[in-house]
Structure formats: C-alpha cells, structure tokens
C-alpha cells in the first residue's frame, strides 16, 4: 500500500513539503500580526523590525529541538510522545497534552471573537450568535480530509499573506520613503534603545507561536524525516522575513508615535501608501482570522487523537471517520470547547495564558531531548540531528522568556 494512504486504521499519509509550510504559515501568521505592529512601534520605534529577528534567533533553538524529536517520533500529540519519551511519566505526558489543548483552544476562542469582530463591520448580526457560526462553520472545515481541510486553510493562508503582502508592494512602490527610513533601523550603541529592542523581542515571541504545531500533523505527512525539519525552518524563516519586513513597511508609513495609538496600524499604514480605504485590510483581517480557527481546530483534534490512541484520554476521541480518515469526534470537542470559551470566559484575560503555555511547552520539549540524547550511546539512523547545544539554548532560553513574559505584556 502507498505510504500516503497509510494503514487502514491509520491516519493518511498525504501532506507535502508546501501543505505542511501552507499549514504552518497559517497557525503562525495570524491577526496578531496587524495589530502588533502598532505595539511593537511604541515600544522600539524605528528598530522594531531588529526585535521580530532577535525573537526568531530565540525560538531557532526549539525550532532545531523539534526537528529532531518531529523525526524520531512523527505522531500526532507531539509535544506529549516527546515528554513521555524523556521523562517517562504518564502523569507528565497527559499534562502538557491538555496545555497544548488548553492553550490553542484560548487561542482559537480569542481569533473566533476578534473574526465576529471583523464580520460584524458588514453584517449586523448579534456577536454570541455570530461566533457560534463562524466556530461550528469552522469545525465542519476542520472535519473534512486532512489533505482538503489543509489545503483550504493554505489557501486562506496566501490570502491572509496576501494582504501582508499588499502592503510590502505599497511601500516598495515609494522606495525614496524607504531608503529615508532605512538607516533608523540600527540603532545606536545606547542603553535605551536595546532596552527598547529587547523588551520589544520578548513581546514579538508571541506573533510567532503557531510554528512548533506542525509537530502536530506528523502522521499525516510524506516522508517526515525529510519533511518535517525542511518545514520547520521554513515556516520559521518565511515569518521571520515577512514580519520584518511588513514592520519595517509600516514605520517608514507612519511614525511609529501615531502607530502605536493606531487599533488598526496595518491597516493605517496600508491606507497611508496606497491611498486605498482600511475596509480592504480588514476584509483580509477576516480570512487571516478564520484561517487561525481552522488549523488551531485541526492541531487539538490531533494532539486529542494521539492522548487517546496513547491510552491518556478516552478511547472514543481516537476514532476516526471511515470516510474522511480524520478524527472528527476529537474535532467536534475542539468546537465545543472553543465556543464555550468563546461565549462564557473572559478571554481578555484567558488570552495572556496562551503564549506562557507555550514557553512552558517549549522548556519541557528541549528538557525532553536534552534526557533522551543523555541516555543513547547511538543515535537512530535517518533522523535530523541537531547540535548537542541546542537544546540546552532552548531551554534556557525559553526559561528566561517564560520569567519575563509578564513584563513583555505590561
């Protein structure tokens, strides 16, 4: 049998480099990105875009740590089979499965409440009823194949960088607005502005989160060894470059003073190279949040499935749907959850959990690797390897990202 039909009661093997890349550029480029920059601007001004980079420099070490533990073990509940791996302990496997749960559906819930918001600018429909659409709507999307759900949301993901896009063209259209901007870039050798730059990082490493769920769909994907790490890198590299970019755009637009007071920085800087009206950006606001919801949905039902084929959760939510190949039960909880959170919660306040889950994820990921190459005297054949160093950076490094993330926030 192929390998991308997989076995028959089995998830299908049938995700491409670019469908892996599409997917994760879409959990990763998100909504936040068109607000950040605004943030982002009041806080380093004309240097933001050298904070998106330090904040890519960072997460790399992870990156280099999930490529190699994505082929050692391409299952889906990714994160949870790695510390089970390491530390082998039931109890420690099932709690960061369930904060990778928790922690995306936050996230998802939050996305479906600012894509109401969005919508809302040209229907008029009451919010609780409209983000139940827009999540149940979603759902339904999350539950087709893998391969027909993924490539939807990478088409709404080249629309959502579409629109990022848009805006790089409009500044390159005006490049004596960008050669008089470029050398405010680099700052000088004063103590307030890499305090600027550094405090502005610690906030980027949020528009980042997303790039680590493509773990995730390992199950799903073609050759994962070759795979997995080349999609990794890319997806971190690609946002790194766009966000940089798209940044430095925005500040040669708009002062960063005004960006920063800005609901809608993105867009005001759109509308100040183009002259086009912000009713543009924020339709594509609302693909990029819709996308957002998709594949959040497709990553929990996955990491679901994994818990439950693992014998952590029910054994229910490890069923999949004989015509899809996909876990539909596991999807539909997803939807439940999101929409609770979405309807009930304060997810203002819920929100700022997502991204401390994350880090808190990502030290335990690099602890894990750090325990299982510590205990092999050869490693598997045919597996990314990454230097013995890294981990060790990723640990710290997300540690020290985790005690300051309150304070990026503030």
Request: hydrophobic share 60%.
């Given at each position: 049998m192929p390998e991308e039909n997989a076995a028959a009661d089995g998830l299908r093997r049938s995700l491409s480099l670019w469908q892996v890349v599409l997917y994760g550029l879409g959990v990763t480029i998100g909504a936040g990105i068109y607000?950040?920059?605004?943030?982002?601007?009041?806080?380093?001004?004309?240097?933001?875009?050298?904070?998106?980079?330090?904040?890519?420099?960072?997460?790399?070490?992870?990156?280099?740590?999930?490529?190699?533990?994505?082929?050692?073990?391409?299952?889906?509940?990714?994160?949870?089979?790695?510390?089970?791996?390491?530390?082998?302990?039931?109890?420690?496997?099932?709690?960061?499965?369930?904060?990778?749960?928790?922690?995306?559906?936050?996230?998802?819930?939050?996305?479906?409440?600012?894509?109401?918001?969005?919508?809302?600018?040209?229907?008029?429909?009451?919010?609780?009823?409209?983000?139940?659409?827009?999540?149940?709507?979603?759902?339904?999307?999350?539950?087709?194949?893998?391969?027909?759900?993924?490539?939807?949301?990478?088409?709404?993901?080249?629309?959502?960088?579409?629109?990022?896009?848009?805006?790089?063209?409009?500044?390159?259209?005006?490049?004596?607005?960008?050669?008089?901007?470029?050398?405010?870039?680099?700052?000088?050798?004063?103590?307030?502005?890499?305090?600027?730059?550094?405090?502005?990082?610690?906030?980027?490493?949020?528009?980042?989160?997303?790039?680590?769920?493509?773990?995730?769909?390992?199950?799903?994907?073609?050759?994962?060894?070759?795979?997995?790490?080349?999609?990794?890198?890319?997806?971190?590299?690609?946002?790194?470059?766009?966000?940089?970019?798209?940044?430095?755009?925005?500040?040669?637009?708009?002062?960063?003073?005004?960006?920063?007071?800005?609901?809608?920085?993105?867009?005001?800087?759109?509308?100040?190279?183009?002259?086009?009206?912000?009713?543009?950006?924020?339709?594509?606001?609302?693909?990029?949040?819709?996308?957002?919801?998709?594949?959040?949905?497709?990553?929990?039902?996955?990491?679901?499935?994994?818990?439950?084929?693992?014998?952590?959760?029910?054994?229910?939510?490890?069923?999949?749907?004989?015509?899809?190949?996909?876990?539909?039960?596991?999807?539909?909880?997803?939807?439940?959850?999101?929409?609770?959170?979405?309807?009930?919660?304060?997810?203002?306040?819920?929100?700022?959990?997502?991204?401390?889950?994350?880090?808190?994820?990502?030290?335990?990921?690099?602890?894990?690797?750090?325990?299982?190459?510590?205990?092999?005297?050869?490693?598997?054949?045919?597996?990314?390897?990454?230097?013995?160093?890294?981990?060790?950076?990723?640990?710290?490094?997300?540690?020290?990202?985790?005690?300051?993330?309150?304070?990026?926030?503030?």
């Amino acid at each position: 049998m192929p390998e991308e039909n997989a076995a028959a009661d089995g998830l299908r093997r049938s995700l491409s480099l670019w469908q892996v890349v599409l997917y994760g550029l879409g959990v990763t480029i998100g909504a936040g990105i068109y607000v950040l920059v605004g943030v982002a601007a009041g806080k380093s001004g004309t240097h933001a875009p050298l904070a998106f980079i330090a904040a890519a420099v960072l997460l790399s070490f992870t990156a280099g740590s999930l490529a190699e533990l994505g082929t050692r073990m391409p299952v889906s509940a990714s994160e949870a089979a790695y510390v089970q791996a390491g530390f082998s302990r039931k109890w420690l496997t099932l709690s960061v499965g369930l904060i990778v749960v928790g922690t995306a559906a936050i996230s998802a819930a939050t996305v479906s409440v600012g894509a109401a918001g969005y919508v809302a600018v040209f229907v008029t429909v009451p919010a609780p009823l409209l983000i139940a659409i827009i999540v149940i709507a979603m759902g339904l999307i999350a539950s087709l194949t893998t391969a027909q759900s993924v490539t939807l949301a990478g088409l709404m993901t080249l629309v959502e960088i579409g629109g990022l896009l848009a805006v790089l063209a409009a500044g390159l259209l005006q490049p004596p607005l960008l050669l008089a901007a470029l050398p405010t870039v680099l700052p000088a050798f004063s103590i307030d502005a890499w305090t600027g730059i550094i405090g502005t990082s610690l906030l980027a490493v949020f528009a980042f989160i997303g790039f680590e769920h493509v773990v995730n769909i390992a199950e799903e994907v073609r050759d994962p060894n070759k795979v997995l790490p080349r999609a990794i890198f890319l997806t971190l590299g690609l946002t790194t470059a766009l966000y940089a970019a798209v940044v430095f755009v925005a500040i040669a637009a708009v002062a960063p003073a005004e960006l920063a007071l800005s609901k809608a920085p993105l867009a005001l800087a759109y509308e100040r190279l183009s002259g086009h009206p912000l009713g543009v950006m924020s339709a594509i606001a609302i693909i990029a949040t819709l996308n957002g919801i998709v594949v959040h949905m497709i990553m929990i039902s996955r990491v679901l499935y994994g818990l439950s084929r693992g014998g952590e959760l029910p054994a229910g939510l490890g069923h999949l749907d004989p015509r899809t190949r996909t876990p539909v039960r596991a999807t539909m909880l997803a939807v439940v959850v999101i929409l609770t959170l979405a309807l009930i919660f304060p997810i203002e306040q819920l929100a700022q959990y997502t991204a401390q889950g994350t880090l808190a994820i990502f030290v335990m990921i690099n602890a894990a690797l750090i325990q299982i190459k510590r205990r092999e005297v050869t490693p598997p054949k045919d597996i990314f390897l990454t230097p013995a160093w890294m981990p060790y950076a990723g640990l710290i490094a997300n540690f020290i990202l985790l005690l300051t993330s309150g304070f990026a926030r503030d």
